[in-house]
């Protein structure tokens, strides 16, 4: 999102759409397809093409960076099951990323019912993975420290969660 927004700012209206949220994925839409001679296959290998390398300097100078081509990599290492799919004709490249069904957390029934959407969130994340800090929770609910603990609190006291280990090395489980 921060890449595109350099790239078309002065046509954010028309071509920057937020990420699509589904049941079962979230798909990001950028605008523009891949520059000639790159493929999807190529891109999952690290190469890259710099369109502008005034952004590209200015990116790596005021963004948190970590090298020309390592974000897809980056992504397939956290979620390796990421679609990518180029359209030329639509001008248009998007990601598509599965949500993972938690048997009972989105069916609303078992001994999960009574679990609202951020709770589930977090259950799925703690399935993907075990041991996370109240940060790292915090982060992918993309809410603060306080929101974030009153969740957990809720789900400890439902016995759904625990923490486990002391408190400086220690992380949430799911039961």
Do not use: W
């Amino acid at each position: 999102m921060k890449e595109a927004k350099l790239y078309f700012p002065h046509k954010l209206n028309n071509l920057i759409k937020l990420p699509s949220l589904f049941d079962n994925r979230v798909e990001i839409i950028s605008p523009g397809c891949l520059p000639d001679g790159l493929t999807v296959e190529s891109i999952k290998l690290g190469s890259a093409v710099v369109r502008n390398p005034f952004i590209a300097n200015f990116c790596a100078k005021t963004m948190p960076y970590r090298g020309l081509g390592s974000g897809i990599i980056r992504a397939l290492q956290e979620e390796p099951n990421i679609k990518f799919i180029n359209e030329p004709v639509g001008m248009q490249f998007i990601s598509v990323i599965n949500r993972i069904a938690d048997e009972g957390v989105n069916e609303g029934e078992g001994i999960n019912e009574g679990i609202n959407e951020l709770e589930s969130l977090i259950l799925t994340f703690l399935k993907k993975k075990p041991g996370a800090k109240g940060y790292e929770i915090a982060e992918y609910i993309q809410k603060g420290a306080a929101t974030t603990e009153r969740y957990l609190k809720s789900l400890k006291d439902k016995e759904l969660i625990e923490y486990k280990g002391s408190r400086k090395t220690g992380g949430y489980y799911k039961k």
